[in-house]
């Protein structure tokens, strides 16, 4: 049970589907919606556990792996993926923060946005994604 505090928030966490977050098989390169249950139904039930009962809700960590996809890479299905669940969350007031963890390149578990030592976004069509949601 979650305290009666006016403090208390809650931090969570999804990459669902794995098969499309990660390079797991069967390795889903491209977003096109038809998956979209599974974040939702994360989101959902954040929505019935915490925010309808007024917890603030932040996603503070999910994200995909750009990955190699048709001689390039596939960060425009990541763009697709990671706006939507930041969408889908933001309509019952839940927070969204993209997780990235330094790693820029191409492959498994490459989830960086910012290139750290240039000081650029590696990814600027992911970026420029989000940046839509919460403007």
């Known amino acids: 049970m979650v305290p009666n505090d006016s403090h208390v928030a809650v931090s ?13 098989a069967p390795n889903y390169l491209t977003w096109d919606g038809s998956m ?9 039930n954040a929505n019935q556990l915490f925010t309808s009962k007024g917890i603030p809700v932040i ?9 190699p996809y048709n001689g390039g890479n596939n960060s425009d299905q990541v763009a697709n993926f990671v706006t939507h669940i930041a969408s889908y969350a933001k309509q019952y007031g839940q927070k969204a923060v ?3 963890n330094g790693y820029t390149g191409i492959g498994n578990d490459q989830m960086g946005l910012l290139n750290r030592t240039t000081v650029t976004w590696q990814w600027p069509n992911i970026v ?3 940046s839509g949601v919460y403007p």
């Open 12 to 24: 969570l966490h999804t990459y669902n589907p794995w098969a499309f977050c990660s390079q797991t």
């Open 36 to 44: 979209n249950y599974l974040p939702d139904g994360d989101v959902n």
């Open 128 to 130: 420029d994604r989000l």
């Open 98 to 100: 993209v997780w990235d």
């Open 59 to 67: 996603w503070t960590e999910f994200g995909a792996t750009v990955k």
